[in-house]
Structure formats: C-alpha cells, structure tokens
C-alpha cells in the first residue's frame, strides 16, 4: 500500500507540474517583480517639468477644486506627505473607469500644482505602466486582457499549485 | 474494508476531492462562523471566507490516500454529512 501511494503522488506531482509549472513560472517571476511597483513605477516615470511643491494648507481648496472639476475623483485623492521616494508634497488623483473591471492600465491619472496665482493647475499624467503591466500580467498568465475569466485560469493553477506541493513534500519525506 | 486492495481511481479520487472537499470547506466554514471566537466581526467574516480554501485544497491534496475512489466518496460524503447536520441542528 505504502508504495501504490507513493507512487501516486509521484504522477500528482509531474502532471500538475507539467500543465502549471509554466504558468507558475510566469506569476512567480512577475509577481516577484511586482513586489517593487511603486518604484518600478516611479523609476520609469519621467519627471513632470515645473511641479512646484504644495504647501499643506493649499492641500484643502486645492481638493474642492478637484472636485468640483472632476466629481468622480472621489476617493482616489492622493497627497504625499513622506519624502522616501522625492514626491514630497505632490497632490495627484486618477479617474477609474466603473466599467473597465479592475482594469488599472485604463486609468488615467492627474496631478495638481499651483500656478503663479497659487490656484489649482490640474494637469493629466501619463505615468509609466511597466509595473502594472507587469502586475496584471501576474494575475492573468499572460493572456492578453485583464478579465476576470483570465484571472479565473489563473485560480486554477494555483490550485494545482497547492497539489503540486502537497505531493512534492509527500513525496521528499516519504509520508504514506 | 481494510485489507482492500490500492486502487488508482483517479477520476472518482480528483472528483471527491474537488467536489466533496469544496463543499465541506463550506461546511466548515460554517461552523467556524457559529462556534468561532468572538472577534470583530469583520475580521470573523474574513476569517470564515478565507477558510473555505484551505480545507478544500488540503482535501483535495490529501484525497490520494483513500485505498480506493470509492472509500474517498463514501469517507467524504460521510464527513460532509456530519458537518452538515450538526451545522443545521445548532443553527
């Protein structure tokens, strides 16, 4: 019996790793990747010419302002008060679109400084998607569109994943 | 039952854990949410949600064992039976 189950874990363990072992290979690489977004995302990012820093006080109309231009801004109102990555003081917010399905690459983003008047100058950003890309690319293997149907694939490999080690440990330690 | 012979089964194997191991992580979950420690409830409702997976993959990791597919079927469901009763009597 001891051996009949060994051996059955040996093939759990080649044919999960034969239909996941490369779709894995995708999301751990490129989740790994991920881990460092929002510095990937800034070193690639142009800096925006002639942003002049915000001072906390203004912060408040500054807000208003953008509401009152773009109501839907919402709850995605940023202001940077840390000054770990060199964006002290820099008030931005993005627009998402409701039916875009959690699809971040379709945002668009804006950042606010003051003019010469010190009113709101709201200007839209294009910064780099490399690091979304590379996020989104780990949620759905690699197939081409973020949809929830991709993500569902995804799901499945991380399933067989969860066999694939179960029966990898079964089979190191000789448990059965 | 006991000194059956090994048998690979593996459609009734991989099903009763896919199914039966979905279904009693459910259950369990179930449970978890009736019995569990008082805590905040939102954290109790992450707890019992995220709970579901585990269990299922653990069943579905550990379902190769059973001597046969049919002995996975009949352990499962049995199990699943149980959790459910107590599950709908308590509550």
Redesign the interface.
Known sequence: ?RK??LE??KT?HTWTGIVAGLALFIAFFAGALTIFKDALKHWATPPVEQQTEIHFQQVPGFIAEILKQYPKAGRDIYFEVSDLQNRKGELSFQLVDPASDHDVLSNKHYTVSADDQGNALIQQVYPSQISEFIDVLHRVVGLPLDIDEFRWIMGVIA?LY??A???GVIIFFRI? | MDNQQFRSDWWLKSSAGLILGLILGFGLSGLFMLWGPEVITSVKVQFTMWLVAPVWLLVLAFVFMFRTGLQAWLWLGGANLVVFLVFFIVS
């Open positions: 019996m009949t189950t059955t874990y759990v399933l969860a066999l080690l179960v029966s059965c």
